[in-house]
Structures are given as structure tokens and as C-alpha cells.
């Protein structure tokens, strides 16, 4: 089961390009999904049953919300297919967690050695001047990037920044290894104009891992510490607001602080969608606030899955760009409603009542990291992720750290994540 588990997460990754044609829905994963479900039930099947009747109860909530919202399941039923298709490998991943003492630490090396891979990817790119893969259209444009086998930059960008998560977070990767990860993610997101995630990465990944320096080195207690953050965050807020007129240049393109953020929080805030139909940015606005007034006449209910989509076919809410959301956790609300809005909101307060602390593992840095990061590296992708498999794996992965999920006393003592003591692929003399 291992080494399926392992293929198929391979197919996942590289499911835009292993396809028959550009396009095409029949992709390795989509193949490779069901059959390891069937294996995994042959082998478990009462384990299977639970979670298929866990994903009946799912599917049941979303067909009341949708129906709800309205008679139209144009974007529903494509939308339960993605979904079911996550769950599979939901459903994979906490089986190799139960069976396996030492899954933490092979996955771990899976996406380091999958990380080089990628690099090589992009620099072979990055030379040559296109993607080397089939089933990938042919940027036409003057603008730069570099995606390697996935569809666009914004793919690239979700995977970049969580691997700097692990960098920025794990022992295992320590003094050069941690600060070359974090450099080649900056100047890959740069060169690729991936705003959002490199956003991201600079004013909240980079600013919790220093939050993390400083509390393990100075005893403040942490209500001084958020005084102190508090006053600084408003500080910066204050800042930007009055820098907003100050050019940023990108590789691509040029733009405000004003456009990149504080035109697009005011807009959002008082639901004032633009005049313009062309336009990154205005177009992830407006896609927003057309999602929230439609998600506001639920009553927070939400729209069922595909509820987002839908939303931004209607003639009323007429977009230039891509239809969707173009914001993650927005999607995740407006599509399941109350259960997303408020598990989010307690996640942030758990990692808020964490980030402060002089004493926290590992696997709670990397939780915390997670869970804050999220909102402003979501905007890089949108209806998209439920595609993303690489993400959603490590989500899981992330989830899952420190969860026992059925695995006895002696093994939950070897497995957790704060005790791995093999060394990375990108191992230097500082890691552990």
C-alpha cells in the first residue's frame, strides 16, 4: 500500500501534464484514486465504510445547501467530483499515519527529494525559455514565469511557500539550508509576479518564524508580547496606509501598496466592486465581493459546493478574467458556510494562544505558520486548489502531526515529528 500511496501522490502532483491531451479529465490521478480506494478496502473495508458514510453525511449538507441557494447544479456536480477526489486521499493519507510509526518522516523526504526535482524542473526552464511538458498551453506573452509541470505560476507558488514553511519551522533544516530555501522561493515568486504568495511569505511566514526567534531567546510574558506586536502590527497598518501612493516594482509590472492592498481591503469591506472587467487585481477584487454578497443572502449558511463558481456565471457578476473567487478560504466559506467560518476562526485562536509562547514544539510552529499564512497565500489560487493535490496532501500532513489515529503508545512516541532524528536529503551540518 505504501508504494501505491506513493505513485499515486507522484500522479497527483504531475496531474496537469499526465493526461492522454490538454484538457482532458481523465488524468492519472482520476485513475489511480479509485483503485487504491478499492485496494485500501479490500485490505480495510469497516475503515472504508466509516469514512465513505463521513462523505455521504458531507454530501448530503452540501446538496441542502445548494439546493437552497438555487436549482442550477451546473457547478455543484463537478465540484462534489473534486471533492471526492481530495477525500480519497484523505482517506489514504490517515491510513499510512495509522499503519505506518515512521510515515512523518517519509513524507518529509518525499518532498525533499520532490523539491530538488522541482528546481532542476525550473532551472531547465528558466534556460531553455518554455516548459519542457505536454499539456501545457504556450504563454504567448512578453511575461516571465516559470511553472514547470504544473498548469501556472500560481501553482508553483502555493507548493514554493509551504515547502518554506518546513523550512522556516522543522529542526531538520537549519542555518543554510533553511535561509536557501526561503531566497530561492523569494526570487522564483519575483520573477514570477506571484504577488500574493510572496506577500505572504514576507509580511507573515517571515515575521512568525522571527516572532519564534525572539520568544525562544527573551522571557516576556505573552500578554506583554502582544502588547508589544499589537502596537507594531498597527504601527506597520498605519505605515502602509501612508505609503499607499509608493511604487513596488515586480518583474512584470508595477504597483502601489495602495493597489496591492489597501485599495482592495477598503472595496472589499464596503462590497464597492469596480467598472473595470480586465485586470488582476481588479478582477480578484470584485470576484470577492461579488462571492460575499451572494454568500450574505444565505444568512452564512453558505452556498453549497461549486456555490463560489456558480456565483460568477451569472450575468449580473460579468468578470474579464478567470471565473473564480481567486481566494481560498473565501471559496472554503462561501461554498460550506458556518463549519469553515468558525474551525477557522478557532484555529486562529489556537495558533494566536501559541504564537507566543517561549516553549512550543515543532509541530505547533508548523501548525501556527499554517494556519496565519493561509489567507494571503490563498489569493494566489482559488478554484484551482481543489486540484492542487500537493497542497492539499500537506495539509493533511500538517493536520495530522500529533494525532495518535489509532496507532498504539510505542509508536506515537516514535513517530512524532519533534523525535525524527534521520537527517533531510538537504541536510547541512547544522540539522538534526
Known amino acids: 500500500m505504501r508504494v501505491l500511496f506513493y505513485i499515486l501522490l507522484i500522479a497527483g ?45 458531507f454530501l448530503v449538507y452540501n446538496i441542502v445547501l445548494a439546493t437552497a441557494y438555487s436549482l442550477d447544479y451546473s457547478q455543484f456536480f463537478p465540484s462534489i467530483v473534486h471533492y471526492l477526489y481530495l477525500f480519497i486521499l484523505l482517506v489514504l493519507m490517515v491510513d499510512m499515519k495509522s499503519q505506518n510509526v515512521d510515515f512523518d518522516a517519509q513524507y518529509l523526504r518525499f518532498v525533499e527529494w520532490f523539491y530538488v526535482f522541482l528546481l532542476l524542473n525550473l532551472l531547465v526552464e528558466f534556460f531553455v525559455g518554455t516548459t519542457i511538458y505536454p499539456n501545457l498551453y504556450i504563454d504567448e506573452t512578453d511575461e516571465a514565469s516559470l511553472r514547470a509541470f504544473f498548469w501556472n505560476q500560481n501553482d508553483v507558488a502555493i507548493v514554493l511557500c509551504i515547502v518554506a514553511w518546513l523550512a522556516l519551522t522543522l529542526d531538520r533544516y537549519k542555518g543554510m539550508v533553511r535561509w536557501t530555501v526561503v531566497l530561492i522561493t523569494i526570487l522564483v515568486l519575483y520573477y514570477n509576479d506571484s504577488k500574493a504568495a510572496l506577500l505572504s511569505l514576507m509580511l507573515v511566514s517571515l515575521p512568525i518564524y ?97 456555490g463560489s463558481w456558480l456565483v460568477l456565471t451569472m450575468p449580473q457578476y460579468e468578470l474579464g478574467g478567470a471565473k473564480s473567487a481567486h481566494n481560498a478560504l473565501l471559496q472554503f466559506i462561501v461554498d460550506f458556510g458556518y463549519p469553515v467560518l468558525f474551525g477557522y476562526l478557532a484555529m486562529v485562536f489556537w495558533a494566536l494562544s501559541k504564537l507566543f509562547k517561549r516553549s512550543i514544539r515543532e509541530i505547533d510552529r508548523l501548525k501556527v505558520m499554517a494556519i496565519l499564512s493561509f489567507p494571503l497565500l490563498g489569493l494566489s489560487q482559488s478554484g484551482a486548489i481543489v486540484t492542487n493535490y500537493f497542497f492539499f496532501a500537506s495539509v493533511y500532513f500538517i493536520w495530522m502531526l500529533g494525532h495518535e489515529l489509532g496507532q498504539t503508545k510505542q509508536s506515537r512516541e516514535t513517530c512524532e515529528i519533534g523525535q525524527i532524528n534521520s537527517q533531510s536529503v538537504l541536510h547541512d551540518g547544522g540539522a538534526r
Do not use: H
Open 210 to 306: 522571527s516572532i519564534f526567534r525572539v520568544c525562544r531567546t527573551v522571557s516576556i510574558t505573552p500578554k506583554v508580547w502582544f502588547a508589544f506586536f499589537g502596537t507594531l502590527f498597527a504601527l506597520v497598518v498605519v505605515s502602509i496606509v501612508s505609503l499607499s501612493g509608493v511604487p513596488i516594482n515586480f518583474l512584470n509590472d508595477t504597483y502601489t501598496l495602495g493597489d496591492l492592498l489597501v485599495d482592495p481591503i477598503t472595496r472589499i469591506f464596503s462590497l464597492q466592486a469596480s467598472d473595470e472587467q480586465w485586470g488582476s487585481l481588479n478582477n480578484r477584487t470584485d470576484a470577492a465581493i461579488f462571492v460575499i454578497i451572494e454568500y450574505l443572502k444565505s444568512f452564512g449558511f453558505g452556498l453549497g459546493a461549486g
Open 13 to 57: 502532483i504531475g496531474n496537469v501534464v499526465l493526461r492522454p491531451e490538454m484538457e482532458n479529465p481523465l488524468t492519472l490521478y482520476r485513475i489511480l484514486a479509485p483503485v487504491c480506494l478499492i485496494v485500501l478496502f479490500a485490505l480495510r473495508p469497516m475503515k472504508v465504510i466509516r469514512w465513505l458514510g463521513l462523505f455521504a453525511i
